[in-house]
């Protein structure tokens, strides 16, 4: 089993946390994270390839923005909101302050309203 690369706590920079975070999917990701809390990668109905979708994951996790773990065949994904705070105080605060939800979801996730037009 290949092991997933996290950085430890002091090699986390800002710049890599910036451009993880400088990508409207991946803003995405880390919203509904914070507001959701843990997820599987499944669990993110956007429509983009599912290899696309790997690379922002390991975009996240590679920077330091998340920490992916393996449960069988599925990845769970958690904030490193502790980590984040501590390196950057109000950074992640004020970035999902800004962020507005993603309008590109797959079909399965439109709302009613929009499934009848």
């Given amino acids: 089993m290949r092991l997933l690369y996290h950085p430890d706590k002091k090699h986390i920079s800002l710049a890599g946390v910036l451009y993880a975070l400088g990508d409207p999917v991946r803003l995405e990701i ?3 994270l ?3 809390g ?3 990668c ?4 956007i429509a983009i390839a599912k290899s696309t979708m790997s690379n922002h994951f390991k975009i996240l996790r590679e920077s330091g923005v998340v920490l992916t773990r393996k449960e069988g ?3 769970i994904n958690m904030l490193r909101k502790d980590d984040l705070d501590a ?3 109000g950074l992640l605060d004020a970035v999902l302050r800004s962020v507005k939800p993603l309008s590109v979801c797959s079909s399965s996730q439109k709302t009613a ?5």
């Fill in 87 to 89: 390196l950057f105080p």
């Fill in 73 to 75: 065949t599925l990845h």
């Fill in 34 to 36: 914070a507001l959701e």
């Fill in 42 to 45: 499944a669990d993110f109905d």
């Fill in 113 to 117: 309203s929009q499934q009848v037009l």
């Fill in 38 to 40: 843990e997820q599987c």
């Fill in 30 to 32: 880390v919203r509904r």
